[in-house]
């Protein structure tokens, strides 16, 4: 069965900084896209960040580039969001997610409806 499982979150300060991962189980992530999705209470799930299959081919929202970093251990079945500069407005639960088919072109999109398979959520708190 495929399942998806993010970990990494907690709280953390202003200006500090948080790895998640997104372990994946029941299928060989190398051929598939990742999505990094947020969404804080009250508001809408936010796309956040993607790399493609082949790694080569990265997209991030506006809102984090410059902080976020995406990476992909494909040995480890993982993808992983290096977060830095943290800001309260970072604050969401965290959810990794896969489409339902295998991705051929190196590439990959920040929407939901491109994705079929989503994990629990981890929380991300910045606070003082």
């Known amino acids: 069965q495929l399942q998806l499982v993010e970990s990494g979150g907690g709280l953390v300060q202003p200006g500090g900084s948080l790895r998640l991962s997104c372990v994946a189980s029941?299928?060989?992530?190398?051929?598939?896209?990742i999505g990094w999705f947020r969404q804080a209470p009250g508001k809408e799930r936010e796309g956040v960040s993607c790399i493609s299959s082949r790694g080569g081919f990265t997209n991030y929202a506006d809102s984090v580039k410059g902080r976020f970093t995406i990476s992909r251990d494909n040995a480890k079945n993982t993808v992983y969001l290096q977060m830095n500069s943290l800001k309260p407005e970072d604050t969401a639960v965290y959810y990794c997610?896969?489409?339902?088919?295998?991705?051929?072109?190196?590439?990959?999109?920040?929407?939901?409806?491109?994705?079929?398979?989503w994990g629990q959520g981890t929380q991300v708190t910045v606070s003082s």
């Open positions: 997610a896969a489409p339902g088919i295998t991705t051929v072109q190196d590439m990959c999109v920040t929407l939901g409806g491109a994705y079929d398979y």
């Open positions: 029941g299928f060989t992530v190398d051929y598939y896209a």
